[in-house]
T-cell receptor
Framework: DSGVTQTPKHLITATGQRVTLRCSPR?????VYWYQQSLDQGLQFLIH???????AKGNILERFSAQQFPDLHSELNLSSLELGDSALYFC???????????FGQGTRLTVV | GQNIDQPTEMTATEGAIVQINCTYQ??????LFWYQQHAGEAPTFLSY????GLEEKGRFSSFLSRSKGYSYLLLKELQMKDSASYLC?????????????FGAGTRLFVKA
C-alpha cells in the first residue's frame, strides 16, 4: 500500500459527460501529480500541484482541469469526454525529496 | 523540448543480468528516477540518482552520467517476477516549478 488513495477505481461513462477523479496523497506529502496512461502507452504528465498551488502543466487538454484543496486532496475534472479519453489516470504524491513519488492504484476510465 | 528515450522491449533469461538504458534531453535537470510497473498496476519507485555514479540497492543498480544525459538500470539474478515495464523519469525544475517527465517505458520479458 503506497498510502495514496484514488477513487473511484473504475468509471464507465458516455461521450460528452463530465467526471471527477479524486486523489488523497500520502500523509505529509504536499505535492500531487496527475498522469494519464492510455492502453500500452507510457505515462503522460498532466499537471502538478504543490500545497494548493498549480506548479507545472504538461499536455493537459483544455477540457481537463484540476485543483488541490486545503486538506491537500486533489481532484481531476474531465469534461466533454471523448472515446480517446479512455485511460488509466494515476495520481502520485511526493514530499519532494529523494524518495521518488508514490502512486495510487489509478482510476480506469472507460468512455463509451 | 524535453525528451526521454528507452528501448521499447527487451528479453532476458532467468538468472541473467540485463541493462536497460535511458537517454534524456531536458533543461533544468533535477534528478532521475527508475520505476517498475506491472501491467495494469501502479508504478513503484526503484531508484533515484541526482549525482553522477552508481547507486546499488540489492539486485538493482542505477547509473547516471549527467554530462551525457544517460542512465541505466541494471538488474541482476533475474527472476520471473521481474517481467514488467521499467520507466525512466526525469525531474526538471523550471520557472513553473518541479515536474517529473516519464519515458514510455521498457517492457522486460524474463524467460525460463
Amino acid at each position: 500500500d503506497s498510502g495514496v488513495t484514488q477513487t473511484p477505481k473504475h468509471l464507465i461513462t458516455a461521450t460528452g459527460q463530465r467526471v471527477t477523479l479524486r486523489c488523497s496523497p500520502r500523509s505529509g506529502d504536499l505535492s500531487v501529480y496527475w498522469y494519464q496512461q492510455s492502453l500500452d502507452q507510457g505515462l503522460q504528465f498532466l499537471i502538478h500541484y504543490y500545497n494548493g498551488e498549480e506548479r507545472a502543466k504538461g499536455n493537459i487538454l483544455e477540457r481537463f482541469s484540476a485543483q488541490q484543496f486545503p486538506d491537500l486532496h486533489s481532484e481531476l475534472n474531465l469534461s466533454s469526454l471523448e472515446l480517446g479519453d479512455s485511460a488509466l489516470y494515476f495520481c502520485a504524491s511526493t514530499n519532494g525529496g529523494a524518495g521518488g513519488a508514490f502512486f495510487g492504484q489509478g482510476t480506469r476510465l472507460t468512455v463509451v | 523540448g524535453q525528451n526521454i528515450d528507452q528501448p521499447t522491449e527487451m528479453t532476458a533469461t532467468e538468472g541473467a543480468i540485463v541493462q536497460i538504458n535511458c537517454t534524456y534531453q531536458t533543461s533544468g535537470f533535477n534528478g532521475l528516477f527508475w520505476y517498475q510497473q506491472h501491467a495494469g498496476e501502479a508504478p513503484t519507485f526503484l531508484s533515484y540518482n541526482v549525482l553522477d555514479g552508481l547507486e546499488e540497492k540489492g539486485r538493482f543498480s542505477s547509473f547516471l552520467s549527467r554530462s551525457k544525459g544517460y542512465s541505466y538500470l541494471l538488474l541482476k539474478e533475474l527472476q520471473m517476477k521481474d517481467s514488467a515495464s521499467y520507466l525512466c523519469a526525469v525531474r526538471v525544475l523550471n520557472t513553473g516549478g518541479f515536474k517529473t517527465i516519464f519515458g514510455a517505458g521498457t517492457r522486460l520479458f524474463v524467460k525460463a
